[in-house]
């Protein structure tokens, strides 16, 4: 099957919370007021789904299915893109939630590493990957870094290689880590079609200037605001510089390069 298209991801993507009500069900009728609240208040025009934020791993699985059917009919016209997480411990749910994903009309599907039967390398973390998109192959799929929470210390650029070629429909990850090394390296090694986002919301000043393309975070649904102007004056003034395109070979970096990229920086007022 010929790979997916899709519009790029970029900008901010607000990692959604799931609404329960006081007895602990989700609370669907809470969605459509956050779609418009996250656009009108936040200028935050995409969603990641059944994330961290959102609790996903602590929901059943038809729980996971009800959100991202509202999430997309209510995003429907209105959001930029709607990407769900499927990742589960079992791959046989993870393809389930990537079918449903599918069928429900979301832009995406991402996956974390399973966290108790621990991947040993890249290459079973490639497997796994690769058997949940093989079952939602129209959709473009994105790796979740996540290494603090997953307890899977394996560094996101070993997991990138090669990846297009056992998952076509391969289009980026989203890096939850802290290690701007390792982000660097993907950031270098991604093609231009695929996106690199960012995941630790602290850092974002930093992954930006290294060549991210987005990110995704928790923070995103309440400061999202701030976050658009913020990087708007950032984008604006390293513009100014004329720094050439933010996209930074790192790899290999050579100590020269690394010094002018810092000392470049250091001319950001
Ligand atoms: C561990 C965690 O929850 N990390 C958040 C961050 O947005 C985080 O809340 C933020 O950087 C504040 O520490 C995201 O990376 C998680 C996320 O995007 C998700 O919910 O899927």
């Not at 599907?109 to 040993?120: D, Y």
């Not at 690769?130 to 603090?148: D, G, N, R, S, T």
Request: hydrophobic share 40%; proline share 7%.
């Amino acid at each position: 099957m010929a790979s997916p298209v899709g519009k790029k991801l970029t900008g901010l993507v607000a990692a959604t919370f799931t609404p329960l009500t006081p007895q602990g069900e989700i609370n669907l009728a809470l969605i459509g007021p956050y779609v418009d609240y996250l656009l009108q208040q936040q200028g935050v025009r995409s969603v990641f789904v059944n994330g961290t934020t959102g609790e996903g791993m602590s929901l059943t699985v038809e729980e996971r299915k009800k959100l991202a059917e509202e999430w997309c009919q209510k995003g429907k016209g209105k959001l930029e893109q709607v990407i769900v997480h499927v990742g589960c411990m079992s791959v046989k749910d993870s393809q389930d939630l990537a079918r449903h994903a599918a069928q429900a009309g979301a832009d995406g599907i991402a996956v974390m590493s399973p966290c108790v039967f621990k991947p040993t390398d890249a290459g079973v973390l490639r497997q796994f990957l690769q058997e949940v998109a093989a079952a939602a192959p129209e959709l473009p799929f994105y790796y979740y870094h996540i290494p603090a929470l997953t307890g899977v210390n394996l560094l996101a650029r070993d997991v990138l290689e090669g990846i297009d070629k056992c998952i076509p429909s391969f289009r980026g990850l989203k890096f939850s880590g802290s290690d701007l090394l390792d982000f660097g390296r993907c950031v270098s090694y991604c093609p231009p079609h695929w996106s690199v986002l960012y995941g630790m919301d602290e850092q974002l000043l930093a992954a930006l200037a290294m060549g991210a393309n987005g990110a995704v975070g928790s923070t995103y649904n309440y400061v999202g605001r701030f976050n658009v102007a913020v990087n708007k004056q950032l984008m604006s003034e390293v513009s100014g510089l004329n720094l050439g395109p933010p996209r930074l070979p790192l790899e290999p970096c050579p100590k020269s390069r690394a010094v002018s990229i810092a000392q470049r920086l250091q001319q950001v007022p």
